[in-house]
């Protein structure tokens, strides 16, 4: 028996659209044919559909329509799905090196004036105030990283998150609907300097930052939150999800990351820009290439 299949499109099936294929994985797309199983309401990709013999749950009936979305309910929960997001999950150094040294002294010189001044045990306060200060100081290593901390602090304002709907960064949170384009960027700068008489290069890899252009003509600029590479490059699949709501721009003069942009790009299928780096340095910061010599 012949089955239904349909041709999504992102004003009536955006509710179908990001769904998994459950054979291949892959995300489903604006402009992919579908088959829904009558039974189940499964979506799967024309192919997948005909890999399995034209059959699931024990049958091969078809649903010769898309299924409309259940509730609001439904479509709020999507809409709330985070797509990719992007936070400093490090602990706060500063802040744990101020609160070792203050326990440290307070300990020390507490138990210390607690008895006689010219009479206290050097040895056992000494150790006392050692076990104080490793408590306390493994206690604030753990608190720092906690998202009620880093509220409290301010220094979650600028943590990335991307819905379906809407980018939200600290408090602020935009609709695709009003954006135009969204820029994502990193400088590298390269340093030579010498070493007993031989040349040594430092590479320095500047935190990225993201741009974001609305339809009347504002931007906003914004300091990433991590410098890491690999919270990166999972940043960087998530813009390339969105690309479907908006334009995306990625800009790197980082050789490995510009590899994995260009990789993003020639497999997705949405709207993402490519910008031509002034120059490309490795890892090492030796240059790769140039403008000029591409």
């Known amino acids: 028996m012949p089955y239904h299949s349909h041709t999504l499109n992102s004003v009536s099936h955006s ?15 604006e402009n992919d044919r579908v088959v829904f199983c009558a039974i189940c309401k499964s979506c799967f990709l024309e192919h997948s ?24 309910l439904v479509m709020k929960n999507r809409s709330n799905e985070v797509i ?31 008895g006689t ?11 006392a105030s050692l076990l104080t200060t490793i408590t306390t100081g493994i206690l604030s290593a753990i608190i720092t990283v906690t998202h009620t901390f880093k509220s409290l602090i301010g220094s979650d304002k600028n943590d990335i998150r991307l819905f379906r709907n809407r980018i939200e960064i600290g408090k602020d949170s935009f609709s695709w609907s009003d954006i135009k384009q969204i820029k994502y960027q990193r400088e590298v700068s390269t340093s030579t300097y010498e070493v007993h008489g031989s040349l040594e290069t430092e590479i320095t890899s500047y935190t990225p930052y993201l741009l974001i252009y609305f339809n009347e ?16 490059k999972l940043f960087l699949e998530g813009l390339a ?12 003069e980082n050789y490995t990351e510009l590899h994995t942009i ?18 490309v340095v490795n890892n090492k910061g030796i240059p790769v290439f140039t403008t000029s010599d591409r």
């Open 262 to 279: 260009n990789l993003i790009q020639s497999s997705g299928d949405g709207n993402i820009q490519v910008g031509k780096p002034r120059k």
């Open 217 to 232: 003509g504002k931007f906003v600029n914004y300091r990433l939150p991590t410098n890491s590479y690999k919270q990166g």
């Open 84 to 114: 990719a997001e992007l936070k400093n999950k490090g602990v706060n150094f500063t802040i744990v090196v101020a609160i070792i040294i203050l326990s440290f002294l307070l300990s020390f010189f507490g138990l210390a004036t607690s």
């Open 241 to 252: 999800r969105i690309s479907h709501f908006t334009e995306v721009f990625l800009y790197s």
């Open 15 to 29: 509710h179908i659209i990001e769904r998994t294929d459950p054979i291949t994985g892959d995300s489903v797309k």
């Open 117 to 127: 001044f010219f009479s206290f045990d050097v040895k056992a306060t000494l150790i």
């Open 49 to 72: 559909w005909v890999y399995m013999n034209e059959q699931h749950c024990e049958q091969n009936q078809t649903l010769d329509s898309v299924p409309t979305l259940a509730s609001k």
